[in-house]
Structure formats: structure tokens, C-alpha cells
């Protein structure tokens, strides 16, 4: 009991201490980054069926654009420690920046569904180093108030959800899917400007390691082939190369067991309760968090009739969930630890998925359907950022950029797989499947990323106290 007043009054003291404001400046930049990502990811989400219309591309071909993107954005995330301990932070945030805001005018330019999701690989691989180091620096800036300063510099970047469905409904209804990567541009430019300014000079403070090539060169192609395969499994390329994949992640893990301080990844992070169920939540959570962003704007325009503008504005209530709750996280881990919110989130979002089944056996309710996103980003904004901080309150300092890395990557694998293996399930559906649960294709599609939910739900029970961490 002792213990626990002392945690609160700690937790108190925390929450009313007044920060530098160069830290503010440093998670301004950060932000702008996880918002650039964000703002991407979700517009294009809301638009592959418009995108899969206009290029005449099938289903399973076309959302490739955010699998893709996605996929390159992890094979990227072992290189971020290396790369961070070479060039240092800023640089390679400002690498980074030119490069995403180059590959988004490609993406713009492209010709064909290929050479979109070919520019979207370009893309995907900077854009995926700007959200770790986004984090990374707001952590190192932040200390102990991560949680309470991470809250609030979120709320920018939960624009994203209620932004973007909204941006993406307005320019394919007055104009070309194109200006969907184009609108990147300002922000881009916005953020690489902010970062000259106000990123401290940070190369001289690493010493740079060797890169594990043989990890990189198994982990890379092990993930690709393990995502691709899913998609084809129905020939036999899709067989062996989700089962060569499957060979190459085990070659990696035996070998990196072996490495240890030289491995690509620490995988001795794992052997810390806290920061295996972290992780394992956070791939769940990821995953979910893209399935569902696919599975429900295609539900609209598909399955509802509805117009891409008004899809968007339909979409609005799900970001305005997670900008309600983001803020809040900081006092709600003070007064009640990360654990129980976590929980809580998990299950609200869980109820809310299992709503979606109803919504589409008996259709579409406009202001139900409101009230459903609305509690599922209540629910998804209060599992992140409260196990992040789970994670890294098990790790010492000088291991947080390996740990940094190790969790990003777990997260970020969980988006393609679970959008890839929920794109699949439609698809099948779609084609004449017959459902055992006598269901149609949306119900049943919206019945497995509940399933997805629980299992996630079931992940976060396993979180330990902070002060177990």
C-alpha cells in the first residue's frame, strides 16, 4: 500500500513539473514526422478501393500500395540503430524527410498499380525510420514524463485518422487520386526546415558498430517472402515462398541467439516479461489498427454505396476517439498505472469490432456506426502509448535505441501481416466463399479482426505493473 502511494505521489510530481522548452521544440519536429507518416498511411488506407478502380487492378493486387509501404517500412527499421550511430539523428531525420517527400511526388507520378507500389517501397523504406526516432527522440528528451509528454504531442498527430479519410473522400471527388501523395509536399518540406532548426548536432555521440549483414540479409528477405506468400497461396510460388520464408525468420533466430552484442537484433530483450508482452501486444495492435483502417472504408463504398467524400467524414469519429483519449493518458497512468488502461482500451476496442459484425447484418446505421469508431479510437489510443512505456521502462539508457529498433520492428511486422492475412480473407469471401457461421463476406470479415481484437485483449492481461517493469 505504501508502495503504491509512493508510485502516485511520484507519478503526481511528474505530471506538474514544468519541461525546458527546448524539449517541446525537439517533439514538435518529432511529431511532424509521425504525423507525416500517419497522414500517408491513412489516406491512402481510405482510398484503395477508388485506387483499385481507376488503375484496374484487383483487390488483392492494389492493396499491395499499403502492404507494400508498410513491408518496406519494416525491412528499413533494423538499419535505424546502425544507421543512427553513423550519420546520428539528425542527419538521417533529415535523410529521411527528403526522401519520403520524393518518393510521395513519384508516387504521384506513377503510371501503373506496379509502379505505384514500387515508388510506395521507396516511400516505405525512409518514412519507416522517421516514427522510431520520432519516438526515440522524444523519449530521450522527455525522461521520465514520456508518457504524459508523449500524450500530448500525439494529439497532432491523431489528425491523421480525422484528417485523412476527409482529405482522401474531398480529392477523389474533385479531383485525381495523385494529389493523394502530393499533399505530402508542405508538410514535408514544413518538417525538414523545423529539423535544421531545432534538432540538436548529435553525430559525435555514437560509436558506430558493425551491421550485422547476415542477420540483415535473413531478416529482410524472410519477411518479404513471409508476407508474400499468404497473398499467393492458392499456387504453388505462394507455398514456397511463404514456406522459404518461414526457413529464413528460423536461420535468423538461431543465428542472432549466437551474435549477442553484435546481433542485428538484442534478442535477449525478449527474456524481460515486460517488454515480450509489449511487443507482442504492440504487433497485435498495429495490426489491427491497419486491418481495420482497409477493412471498413471498403465496407462503405462496397458494400454501402457510399461516396468517397462522404466515406470520409463517416471515418471522422474513429480519429476523434483517439485525439479524445491520447491527451488523457498521462493523468489516466498516473491514477490508475499503464496495465489497467491498456486493458480497458483493448476491450472497448474489442466491443466495438464485434458492433461492426451487427452494422453489417443489419445494415448500414449512420449515426450507430458513428458511435462505433468513435469507441474503437477511444479503445485503440489507449493501448499504445501505454504499452511503449511498459517497454521502455524495463531498458536501461544505453540499450534504448537497440530496444527502440527490436520494438518498432515487431510493431510495424504486425501491419502488412494482419492487413495482408485480413485483404486474403475478403478477397476469398468475395469470390462465392460461403461462411460456416452463416455470415456474408463483410460480417465475416469483420468477425476475424474481432478475433484479432481478442487476441489482443488476451496479450494485454499479460502486461506487468509499472513498478514490476
Not at 552484442?261 to 511487443?279: E, K, V
Request: with cysteine; charged share 10%; glycine share 10%.
Amino acid at each position: 500500500m505504501k508502495e503504491a502511494q509512493t508510485s502516485s505521489g511520484q507519478s503526481a510530481k511528474l505530471a506538474t513539473e514544468t519541461l525546458d522548452a527546448s524539449v517541446w521544440k525537439i517533439v514538435v519536429v518529432a511529431m511532424l514526422g509521425a504525423l507525416l507518416a500517419q497522414l500517408d498511411a491513412t489516406i491512402v488506407n481510405v482510398s484503395l478501393s477508388s485506387l483499385a478502380a481507376d488503375l484496374h487492378a484487383p483487390l488483392a493486387t492494389i492493396q499491395w500500395v499499403t502492404s507494400g509501404y508498410l513491408l518496406a517500412l519494416t525491412l528499413a527499421l533494423p538499419l535505424n540503430g546502425w544507421l543512427i550511430e553513423r550519420i546520428g539523428a539528425k542527419a538521417l531525420y533529415l535523410w529521411c524527410f527528403s526522401v519520403f517527400t520524393i518518393s510521395s511526388a513519384l508516387c504521384g507520378l506513377a503510371w501503373s498499380a506496379n509502379s505505384l507500389i514500387g515508388f510506395r517501397l521507396l516511400q516505405g523504406a525512409s518514412g519507416g525510420l522517421l516514427a522510431p526516432m520520432a519516438q526515440m527522440m522524444t523519449k530521450r528528451a522527455a525522461g521520465h514524463h514520456f508518457t504524459r509528454i508523449a500524450g500530448y504531442a500525439a494529439l497532432p498527430v491523431m489528425l491523421g485518422p480525422v484528417l485523412g479519410p476527409v482529405i482522401a473522400g474531398a480529392i477523389l471527388h474533385y479531383g485525381s487520386w495523385r494529389w493523394l501523395f502530393l499533399v505530402n509536399f508542405p508538410v514535408g518540406v514544413l518538417a525538414f526546415v523545423l529539423a535544421v532548426r531545432f534538432l540538436p548536432n548529435d553525430g559525435e555521440e555514437y560509436t558506430a558498430r558493425k551491421l550485422d549483414w547476415t542477420g540483415l540479409l535473413l531478416l529482410s528477405p524472410g519477411l518479404a517472402l513471409v508476407l508474400f506468400g499468404p497473398d499467393h497461396i492458392a499456387r504453388p510460388v505462394g507455398v514456397m515462398a511463404t514456406v522459404a520464408g518461414a526457413l529464413l525468420l528460423l536461420a535468423f533466430l538461431w543465428v542472432e541467439k549466437r551474435k549477442g552484442d553484435d546481433a542485428l537484433i538484442d534478442l535477449r530483450l525478449f527474456r524481460r516479461r515486460a517488454f515480450f508482452s509489449a511487443s507482442v501486444t504492440q504487433f497485435l495492435w498495429n495490426g489491427v489498427m491497419f486491418a481495420g483502417q482497409m477493412l471498413v472504408p471498403l465496407f462503405l463504398i462496397q458494400a454501402c454505396g457510399q461516396s468517397p467524400a462522404m466515406m470520409g467524414w463517416m471515418l471522422a469519429p474513429l480519429g476523434l476517439g483517439m485525439m479524445i483519449t491520447t491527451p488523457l493518458l498521462g493523468f489516466l497512468t498516473g491514477r490508475f498505472d499503464e496495465r489497467p488502461v491498456a486493458i480497458a482500451g483493448a476491450f472497448f476496442s474489442l466491443v466495438s469490432t464485434l458492433a461492426l459484425v451487427w452494422q453489417a447484418t443489419h445494415g448500414l446505421d449512420e449515426v450507430v456506426l458513428a458511435a462505433i469508431l468513435f469507441v474503437r479510437g477511444m479503445g485503440m489510443g489507449a493501448v499504445g502509448l501505454p504499452v511503449v512505456s511498459l517497454a521502455y521502462a524495463s531498458i536501461e539508457k544505453n540499450a534504448l535505441p537497440m530496444a527502440t529498433t527490436t520494438l518498432n520492428i515487431v510493431q510495424r511486422i504486425g501491419g502488412p501481416t494482419l492487413t495482408t492475412l485480413c485483404a486474403l480473407s475478403l478477397s476469398w469471401a468475395l469470390q462465392g466463399h460461403v461462411s460456416h457461421f452463416g455470415l456474408d463476406a463483410w460480417a465475416e470479415a469483420f468477425l476475424g479482426l474481432a478475433v484479432l481484437h481478442a487476441f489482443m485483449a488476451l496479450a494485454t492481461v499479460t502486461l506487468p505493473h509499472a513498478r514490476e517493469a
